[in-house]
Nanobody
Framework: QVQLVESGGGLVQAGGSLRLSCRAS????????MGWYRQAPGKQRELVAG???????NYADSVKGRFTISRDNAKNALYLQMNSLKPEDTAVYYC??????????????????WGQGTQVTVSS
């Protein structure tokens, strides 16, 4: 099992910045792709940015040029630097990980884990 814990959300004015962090913990695991998703009230959860184990990245069109995703594999940590925030960025942001876990002699590949979410509110 892998536990993901996010931090860094909060209230910020439009044009401001926030940095989200996510730490993965557990035993006998290896993380593959990680990502940040968000869900605004009344809307479906959407991918904001993703990053592979080799640090290849992809972004939603709505955040390109404003958000930067990064990871520290040694710390099992994921980050999202959000600049030039807009009111439409307001949502609960979730950390996501695709991980291989080892348990009782077997590897379980590509297990999906989610954090509990952190609220980001951007005021106009």
């Amino acid at each position: 099992q892998v536990q993901l814990v996010e931090s860094g959300g909060g209230l910020v004015q439009a044009g401001g910045s926030l940095r989200l962090s996510c730490r993965a913990s557990g035993s006998a695991f290896s993380i593959n792709t990680m990502g940040w998703y968000r869900q605004a009230p009344g809307k479906q959860r959407e991918l904001v940015a993703g990053i592979t184990s080799g640090s290849g990245t992809n972004y939603a069109d709505s955040v390109k040029g404003r958000f930067t995703i990064s990871r520290d594999n040694a710390k099992n940590a994921l980050y999202l630097q959000m600049n030039s925030l807009k009111p439409e960025d307001t949502a609960v942001y979730y950390c996501n990980a695709d991980a291989d876990t080892y348990n009782r002699g077997s590897w379980y590949r590509n297990q999906i884990y989610w954090g509990q979410g952190t609220q980001v509110t951007v005021s106009s």
